[in-house]
Structures are given as C-alpha cells and as structure tokens.
C-alpha cells in the first residue's frame, strides 16, 4: 500500500469517494448515509477540506480522511472522517492516515486537531490515544451520549 495522496476534486475523484464512503458506511455510527447525502456530502468535503487516501494496486480508494483545517483564528482542525475499508484493516493504514493528517495540519499552522468518535469503537479510541488524542468536553458530543471528543495539541 502506498502513502496516503492528496484528493484533488475532479469528476472521477469524486465517483471515487462517494464509492469509497459507500463501502465504509456501516463503520460509522449512526450509519454516515443516515446523517448525510453521500455525494454531497463527497462534493463538499472535496471542495472545502482536505481530504487525503490511499490507493491499493488497482488504483482503488482503501483508507482516507477528510481535515477541516481552516479556522486560523481558532487554529482548531476538525477531523470530518477517518476511515479504512473493512479488507484492508489491520495493516497500519490508520497510523499512516493519521500522520499524514497532524503533517497537513502542522503545515497549515493549526494548532489542535479535533475529532469525534463513538464510544463504542474501542479500536480507533486506542489509535487516537496512541497518537496523543485525549477525550475532551465539546457541546457536540454531549448532545450525542454515544460520542467522544478528543483533541490534540500539535
């Protein structure tokens, strides 16, 4: 597997991802189709964040992330998704997504990446952790009991 790229919009980019969030839907919950419009959704994240994947031998999307890294008055990223399709877990592609995500952030003078994630996903809370994420009050998560937010200072 390769290092994650840079997602640049274009037609065919954005087949890709709406394809791509297809198939990791279901690691999401609420199931991501069931809060938001999978190509729109696709076509804003692609138009307003940035969005990062990695590619297998066939050229097809396996993990990604999509990094609101914007707001230079707050220096606050927030991690809009993070994602690896279930067949290609377990090979260090979350670790690899993630350190490109906190370079980007860096690179773009952010000072803390937030992020929210369900409570039930012990795998990804122990990878945040690993990377320094630590839970943190947000008003979001509170309104979701089955969400956490987590923060790290970069």
């Known amino acids: 597997m390769n290092q ?10 954005l087949s890709e991802l709406v394809k791509f969030l297809k198939k990791v839907d279901r690691a999401f919950s609420p199931a991501l189709s069931h809060r938001v419009s999978l190509p729109e959704y696709a076509d804003k994240i692609l ?3 940035e969005v990062f994947g990695i590619y297998d031998a066939k ?7 999509a990094v609101y890294a914007n ?6 990223a927030y991690v809009s998704f ?3 399709a279930s067949m290609s877990r377990g090979k260090g592609l979350g670790s690899k997504l993630i350190d490109c995500m906190i370079s980007r952030c ?7 990446i937030k992020l929210e994630v369900c409570r039930q996903n012990q795998v990804a809370i122990k990878l945040y952790t ?6 943190c009050a947000d008003q979001a998560s ?8 987590m923060i790290l200072p970069i």
């Open 59 to 65: 050229h097809d999307l396996v993990a990604s992330f």
């Open 82 to 84: 993070i994602a690896t």
């Open 71 to 76: 707001n230079h008055t707050s220096g606050v």
């Open 130 to 135: 690993k990377f320094g994420f630590r839970e």
């Open 106 to 112: 860096r690179e773009l003078n952010m000072r803390y």
């Open 4 to 13: 994650p790229e840079k997602i640049e919009y274009s037609e065919k980019e």
């Open 47 to 49: 138009q307003r964040a």
């Open 142 to 149: 509170i309104t979701r009991s089955e969400a956490s937010a």
